[in-house]
């Protein structure tokens, strides 16, 4: 088997709503070979992965694709649910696939959800290679996969506290991205209303307080001078000084680095002097700046709790307990580590609830000051301390106390975290219990952490798990009905998207919005173009939703990034789609126009269901019929038919129509109707010559009213928007110069040249002359019927190639050139290959009382030349 395409589908998709893995998969030789013709198959199969069995299939329950197996499917069905089940093993629950033919014999397109993107895509890998082995009978040993996958998991996966925030996030439909790759620098929400953080630093959080957290100096005299419980304590610059500060502190004494975290560099219960030395040489080492400062101070007795603070608020404690083993009065204490960590609640790293315990120095240093070797064999039930310090990450343990926190305890701790001025905060509190307050006892806080774990909270080892990353999102949106979304219109089609993209986010800037835009060409925030670029796809969307000034999000979405990652997003608020033609057919699997009826259908099927509108063409029936079937929420139909009697059932019902009537763009709901605009005066409509921008304007208008924007707004929106290339580049440019008309438009296909031809029709007097060309990947058939259209509407007809995609070079141009000559019109064609030499060529040849139609993709080039050398110097260009 050969894998031939494999990629992460990011959002609703030609094949799922949610999303998946595409691997199109060539399985040669397996074609001629189903599951049934190998005996034993699915009882090795079985055998190798029992949970298999848990897979119901088509069949509807448990064991039903072991049963297909048995009675025969084919190789790629098999790769979908062992990349679906190898997931499942390593902790990603999924469960949703399916595999499809293509029109390619031996080809499938194998469709699987995933959760983690680069797990995904190993085990679809994995899957393959053990199918392969499956059917030549060869041995699988499925540790070592499972390995691998571990390790790709591990290495992509959220870290503890990060992943309990974006689930609390996803628990309140809250959109969430991760924003640099490889770290947990998290996005939640969009545009102005987003959020950010990095594992538990919000970006509200002060760097005033991170300073102050990172320096346990300072930290100890803000507290102290606020009245709060602290351990005497000196910054110590050498070892004498350290010794002068522990024999005036007087013994027990602990030292600790200046700066650091995580317990790193801390020892504790220090008595001689001997001991001293050691730990302020692991403090110095444990230094970023091997000149920063060893703290000696008083050795606190009693437990080391973590005391956590949100939003000001106490939300958390745990009494932390340092890593440890206890004696069976058997085992040494090298076999009770080695026992504790195959438990399975420890692993390495944030695998698991508990890190695994690691001997190292501070291990044999804690063991010798207690009579005690690796070899001892201690007492039954007697604790075993192997760490100074109490921290997760080394080995330690945690018991949930939250419920027992004295109130002036509380208190306290909230007001720690105002002083320091974080939003979050850790608080390493040492006390006898919780329950007293800390005057009452021995007791003070050692440090304080910004960006704290939420391990420890979130699965303690003993006591009831606290959902902290709630307490997160919660100070971050503190509305419970706020999902941090904007207003998302998505606009596809397969004429026209561009333009009623560029017409939506005028009406809305109109209207006061800050929006973000892509569309074929730019992405724009706000009127300024941020990327240039073909961004009718789902990098648009990324680029728009992350920017922190959208209010509105409007993209045009094509038929190629649906294909090839899908939507980039999970749903929008306003779904268009404008027609459906043929164009592009025969690539990605779609040949028909109902295949690519259902790639368009993606955009309405991401609708809201809840508030969310559909905006559909009822003049085209292919829209009609698949758009009304797959749309969610409200639908708006727009038709140049006011009459148009597959629209009496929707009126009837409340449904609203925006349409033409005695020329006048209105909307009619039931029975009432409302003027919006003269068609004559909307600039694009060309005095409706241009009936294709008419319904353009016609949906941006229903986008605007299912928006919620008022009537005014959207007609001063359609008044104000001109086909020039400020406004509209690349789609029906007008210009007139010295007798010359010209229209320069991106049209390539079929369909966009009828839409053109009235236009073409209605300006053009004289001769009409064409500049032509269409991507290399269309179909013969396309590319012919592209020139036998240009020979109906041009006199004469320059075919230049850009893009052969794949074509020898000449060969587009020599099938749109075969068209023109085949149709029978009386049409001059000649190609040029260059579209520069081209364009030059048709403005050379054109006379006073002539039209030209450049159809072209440099349109500033086209643009400029127009204004430079054919037309004499005293003529001005002038834009209509």
């Given at each position: 088997m050969r894998i031939l395409e494999h990629r992460a589908l990011r959002g609703p998709n030609y094949y799922s709503r949610y999303q998946a893995i595409y691997m199109r998969l060539d399985i040669q030789d397996l074609e001629e070979r189903p599951s049934d013709t190998v005996p034993g198959i699915a009882e090795a199969l079985e055998a190798i992965i029992p949970t298999i069995h848990d897979h119901r299939c088509s069949v509807g329950e448990p064991g039903g694709f072991l049963q297909r197996v048995r009675n025969g499917t084919y190789a790629g069905h098999m790769v979908e649910h062992l990349a679906?089940?190898?997931?499942?093993?390593?902790?990603?629950?999924?469960?949703?696939?399916?595999?499809?033919?293509?029109?390619?014999?031996?080809?499938?397109?194998?469709?699987?959800?995933?959760?983690?993107?680069?797990?995904?895509?190993?085990?679809?890998?994995?899957?393959?290679?053990?199918?392969?082995?499956?059917?030549?009978?060869?041995?699988?040993?499925?540790?070592?996969?499972?390995?691998?996958?571990?390790?790709?998991?591990?290495?992509?996966?959220?870290?503890?506290?990060?992943?309990?925030?974006?689930?609390?996030?996803?628990?309140?439909?809250?959109?969430?991205?991760?924003?640099?790759?490889?770290?947990?620098?998290?996005?939640?929400?969009?545009?102005?209303?987003?959020?950010?953080?990095?594992?538990?630093?919000?970006?509200?959080?002060?760097?005033?307080?991170?300073?102050?957290?990172?320096?346990?100096?300072?930290?100890?005299?803000?507290?102290?001078?606020?009245?709060?419980?602290?351990?005497?304590?000196?910054?110590?610059?050498?070892?004498?000084?350290?010794?002068?500060?522990?024999?005036?502190?007087?013994?027990?004494?602990?030292?600790?680095?200046?700066?650091?975290?995580?317990?790193?560099?801390?020892?504790?219960?220090?008595?001689?002097?001997?001991?001293?030395?050691?730990g302020y040489e692991l403090a110095l080492k444990s230094l970023r700046d091997e000149s920063g400062g060893v703290i000696v101070e008083r050795y606190i007795t009693g437990e080391d709790h973590r005391m956590l603070v949100i939003g000001g608020k106490l939300v958390a404690a745990a009494r932390r307990r340092p890593a440890h083993v206890t004696g069976d009065g058997r085992s040494t204490i090298r076999q009770l580590i080695e026992q504790e960590n195959r438990a399975p609640r420890r692993g390495v790293g944030h695998e698991n609830l508990l890190t695994q315990i690691h001997v190292d120095d501070q291990t044999l240093r804690m063991l010798e000051q207690a009579g005690l070797s690796l070899d001892s064999v201690p007492p039954e039930s007697e604790m075993v301390y192997l760490k100074s310090t109490a921290n997760i990450s080394t080995g330690g343990t945690a018991t949930d106390l939250t419920d027992e926190v004295h109130p002036e305890i509380k208190f306290q701790m909230e007001r720690i975290a105002r002083h320091v001025g974080l939003d979050v905060i850790g608080i390493d509190l040492l006390a006898e219990t919780l329950t007293r307050p800390l005057d009452q006892q021995s007791a003070g806080v050692v440090e304080v952490n910004a960006g704290p774990g939420f391990r420890m909270h979130m699965a303690p080892t003993h006591g009831t798990p606290r959902p902290v990353?709630?307490?997160?999102?919660?100070?971050?949106?503190?509305?419970?009905?706020?999902?941090?979304?904007?207003?998302?219109?998505?606009?596809?089609?397969?004429?026209?998207?561009?333009?009623?993209?560029?017409?939506?986010?005028?009406?809305?800037?109109?209207?006061?919005?800050?929006?973000?835009?892509?569309?074929?060409?730019?992405?724009?925030?706000?009127?300024?173009?941020i990327l240039r670029g073909d961004y009718s796809g789902p990098a648009a969307a990324h680029a728009v939703l992350r920017e922190?000034?959208?209010?509105?999000?409007?993209?045009?979405?094509?038929?190629?990034?649906?294909?090839?990652?899908?939507?980039?997003?999970?749903e929008c608020d306003v779904g268009v789609l404008l027609n459906?033609?043929?164009?592009?057919?025969?690539?990605?699997?779609?040949?028909?126009?109902?295949?690519?009826?259902?790639?368009?259908?993606?955009?309405?099927?991401?609708?809201?269901?809840?508030?969310?509108?559909?905006?559909?063409?009822?003049?085209?029936?292919?829209?009609?019929?698949?758009?009304?079937?797959?749309?969610?929420g409200e639908i708006i139909y727009f038709t140049m038919s006011p009459d148009n009697p597959d629209l009496d059932e929707h009126l009837g019902k409340g449904g609203m129509v925006v349409t033409v009537r005695s020329g006048r763009i209105v909307l009619m709901r039931g029975k009432v109707q409302v003027d919006v605009v003269d068609v004559n005066d909307v600039p694009i409509a060309f005095e409706g010559h241009a009936p294709f921008n008419v319904q353009n304007a016609m949906a941006a208008a229903a986008v605007a009213l299912a928006h919620g924007i008022e009537i005014d707004d959207i007609r001063a929106g359609l008044l104000t928007f001109h086909?020039?290339?400020?406004?509209?580049?690349?789609?029906?440019?007008?210009?007139?110069?010295?007798?010359?008309?010209?229209?320069?438009?991106?049209?390539?296909?079929?369909?966009?040249?009828?839409?053109?031809?009235?236009?073409?029709?209605?300006?053009?007097?004289?001769?009409?002359?064409?500049?032509?060309?269409?991507?290399?990947?269309?179909?013969?058939?396309?590319?012919?019927?592209?020139?036998?259209?240009?020979?109906?509407?041009?006199?004469?007809?320059?075919?230049?190639?850009?893009?052969?995609?794949?074509?020898?070079?000449?060969?587009?141009?020599?099938?749109?050139?075969?068209?023109?000559?085949?149709?029978?019109?009386?049409?001059?064609?000649r190609v040029i290959m260059s579209e520069e030499e081209a364009v030059a060529a048709a403005i050379e040849e054109a006379e006073p009382g002539d039209f030209l139609l450049l159809l072209v993709d440099d349109i500033k080039g086209a643009t400029d030349r127009l204004k430079g050398r054919s037309f004499p110097v005293q003529a001005e260009l002038t834009r209509h």
């Open positions: 679906i089940e190898l997931q499942n093993m390593v902790g990603f629950s999924v469960g949703y696939g399916k595999t499809v033919d293509s029109y390619d014999p031996g080809i499938y397109n194998v469709i699987y959800r995933y959760r983690d993107e680069a797990t995904g895509l190993a085990a679809g890998e994995e899957a393959v290679q053990i199918v392969r082995k499956l059917y030549d009978r060869a041995h699988v040993d499925l540790g070592p996969v499972l390995d691998r996958l571990k390790e790709v998991r591990d290495a992509n996966a959220l870290g503890p506290s990060t992943g309990a925030i974006v689930d609390a996030a996803k628990a309140r439909n809250i959109p969430w991205y991760n924003l640099t790759e490889g770290t947990s620098y998290t996005q939640l929400g969009h545009g102005v209303k987003q959020r950010r953080f990095q594992a538990t630093v919000t970006d509200a959080s002060g760097i005033i307080g991170h300073s102050i957290a990172d320096d346990k100096d300072w930290t100890k005299q803000i507290l102290g001078d606020a009245g709060l419980a602290v351990p005497e304590g000196y910054t110590c610059y050498s070892r004498e000084e350290a010794q002068e500060a522990a024999e005036w502190i007087g013994w027990p004494v602990v030292t600790k680095p200046l700066a650091g975290n995580h317990g790193r560099g801390v020892t504790t219960a220090i008595a001689s002097l001997e001991d001293l030395k050691s990353g709630e307490h997160i999102v919660e100070m971050l949106f503190p509305d419970p009905t706020d999902d941090g979304r904007i207003p998302i219109t998505a606009i596809t089609g397969t004429n026209g998207k561009t333009t009623t993209t560029r017409l939506t986010t005028h009406i809305l800037r109109q209207a006061g919005y800050s929006v973000g835009m892509g569309c074929t060409g730019t992405v724009e925030i706000d009127n300024h173009v922190p000034t959208v209010e509105h999000a409007v993209l045009e979405v094509a038929r190629g990034g649906i294909m090839r990652r899908g939507l980039g997003f999970d459906i033609a043929s164009d592009h057919l025969g690539e990605h699997d779609i040949r028909t126009l109902e295949e690519l009826a259902r790639c368009k259908t993606v955009v309405v099927d991401a609708v809201k269901r809840e508030g969310g509108y559909c905006v559909l063409n009822a003049d085209d029936p292919l829209v009609l019929d698949q758009g009304t079937y797959w749309a969610r086909p020039t290339p400020a406004q509209m580049p690349g789609r029906t440019n007008y210009f007139e110069a010295d007798g010359v008309k010209c229209l320069i438009d991106y049209g390539h296909n079929v369909p966009a040249l009828i839409a053109l031809e009235p236009l073409v029709r209605g300006l053009g007097q004289k001769r009409r002359i064409g500049v032509s060309t269409a991507p290399g990947n269309r179909r013969a058939e396309d590319l012919s019927a592209l020139g036998a259209q240009l020979a109906g509407m041009c006199d004469i007809v320059y075919v230049y190639e850009t893009d052969s995609r794949g074509r020898e070079t000449g060969e587009t141009a020599g099938l749109i050139r075969d068209g023109v000559t085949s149709s029978g019109a009386t049409c001059d064609v």
